[in-house]
């Protein structure tokens, strides 16, 4: 394969995702815009991305990849939607950027699921006696071929993990491979149905705001013109 392809596709990606970016953001707010302008140039504005594996003060989780934390807990992109969770995005190809645990658990991949898996959290670190789950998504090309790592294949359940343990890497699949998504990390923090199993986490009111668990200004009711950094 010659350099010159190589590099075209790398243009090709990185074209999408700002065409991804600017569809699905606008440019309405301040965030917004700083990080359509960041997929132009992501080189040149290092100081706006945090580190997989970092931590801000004394919360319990790690940040779980590399990237910039574009799109914040309940924010919109179109009329009715409210996103559940955050989009990190790292500003490279597909299958480039880790993703790693947040916090120990027990990880579980559905046998269908080509992009995610979830992760099970017997004890809240905020709020003892209350399970939660975290889920992570978008770890596939936009054809499907999974990005996860292979410890954890299709079927996996109840496996134990620590924070910080390899999962796999950043995709853009979206379900249509003629419609991807920008390459990015999308992580939530759902809650359970009480018997032990998690909620729908399509449905924001089955998710919790993840702010205090990173340590990060990451509601989007809070935060309209900032990129989320450590202070």
């Known amino acids: ?53 970092s931590r801000c003060g004394e919360v319990p989780f790690l940040f779980p990849t590399d990237g910039v934390a574009g799109f914040l807990w309940d924010d919109s992109f179109r009329a009715g939607h409210r996103h559940q969770g955050i989009d990190i995005f790292g ?12 916090y120990p658990g027990y990880l579980r991949r559905l046998p269908d699921w080509k992009s995610s898996v979830i992760m099970r959290v017997p004890e809240d670190p905020l709020v003892p006696g209350r399970q939660i789950w975290l889920y992570y998504t978008h770890m596939a090309d936009k054809n499907g071929e999974s990005y996860i790592s292979y410890e954890f294949p299709p079927g996996s359940t109840e496996k134990w993990i620590e924070a910080g343990t390899f999962l796999g890497y950043q995709g853009n699949y979206s379900g249509d491979p003629f419609n991807p998504v920008g390459v990015h990390l999308h992580f939530s923090i759902v809650k359970d149905d ?7 986490e399509l449905e924001i009111d089955n998710t919790y705001d993840p702010s205090p668990y990173l340590g990060l200004a990451l509601n989007a009711n809070k935060n309209q013109n900032e990129i989320p950094l450590c202070e």
């Not at 065409?19 to 953001?25: A, E, G, K």
């Not at 309405?28 to 504005?45: G, L």
């Open 1 to 53: 394969m010659s350099k010159r392809f190589i590099a075209a596709i790398a243009v090709v990606a990185v074209a999408t995702t700002v065409i991804y970016l600017y569809f699905s953001f606008g440019r309405t707010n301040a965030r917004r815009v700083q990080v359509f302008n960041w997929f132009r140039d992501p080189s040149s504005n290092s100081d706006m991305m945090l580190r997989a594996g």
């Open 91 to 102: 500003g490279t190809d597909p299958g480039v950027t880790k993703v790693i645990a947040a």
């Open 194 to 200: 009480g018997t032990g199993r998690f909620k729908n």
